[in-house]
């Protein structure tokens, strides 16, 4: 409890001007994976395959498909321990105010900062993606916090297609010093997302 209650007076501290929350509602969202889309497409960088990362790289990837004719959509499936365990207080958090909700994120996110950075192994990649051959893949989430699952992804996928060229794009990247950091994101100045799927989404 010392160690929560020194994240809570330093987040106290801290919070206005090292990190923020921004909440994206289905308009919202679907403007800011335009957004990253022209990203990516400045770089002239045009994907033949995006590759979502469940569940909200799938979401953003789809979003993100609209402004890349031709190109094509897999899903991986990667999930971090603590994203299972979340659901266990989702039926309360939308009750509570906005500026509660956002004091909690902010320590959640100091929180998990401090945890080690446990690897992931090799993620196995579906054969009906290596069997497409594409030559430029872009790999997608919503958010890197660890960076952990996106390396884990991005690593994989350039074992299983050697001839491509893998590239990576996220909303948000939250932390300073993630283990991987992504070719494209819209915010890169620990800015974290209330997403339209996210369980403090107010209603």
């Known amino acids: 409890m010392a160690v929560v209650g020194k994240i809570v007076d330093v987040v ?11 909440t994206l509602d289905s308009r919202r969202f679907a403007v800011a994976c335009r957004m ?12 033949e395959l995006m590759v979502g990362i469940r569940t909200g790289g799938e979401y953003v990837a789809r979003e993100m498909l609209g402004e890349f004719p031709g190109a094509r959509l897999a899903v991986v499936e990667l999930q971090r321990p603590s994203t299972r365990h979340k659901g266990l207080v989702a039926g309360l958090l939308p009750l509570l105010p906005a500026r509660v909700l956002d004091f909690m994120r902010m320590v959640e996110a100091r929180l998990l900062a ?19 051959g594409a030559r430029r893949i872009l790999v997608v989430d919503d958010a890197v916090d660890s960076g952990v699952t996106l390396e884990a992804v991005v690593s994989s996928l350039r074992e299983a297609c050697p001839s ?5 794009a996220v ?18 100045n620990k800015t974290l997302i209330r997403f339209p799927w996210s369980m403090d989404m107010k209603a």
């Open 12 to 22: 106290r501290k801290n919070s206005k001007k090292n990190m923020k929350v921004v």
């Open 36 to 47: 990253l889309a022209e990203v990516v497409e400045g770089d002239k960088f045009m994907p």
């Open 114 to 132: 401090l945890r080690p950075r446990r690897r992931v192994g090799r993620v196995e990649i579906p054969e009906e993606i290596t069997a497409l």
């Open 164 to 168: 491509a060229q893998v590239r990576s």
């Open 171 to 188: 909303i948000t990247v939250t932390t300073s010093r993630p283990v991987i950091s992504p070719d494209y994101a819209l915010y890169r």
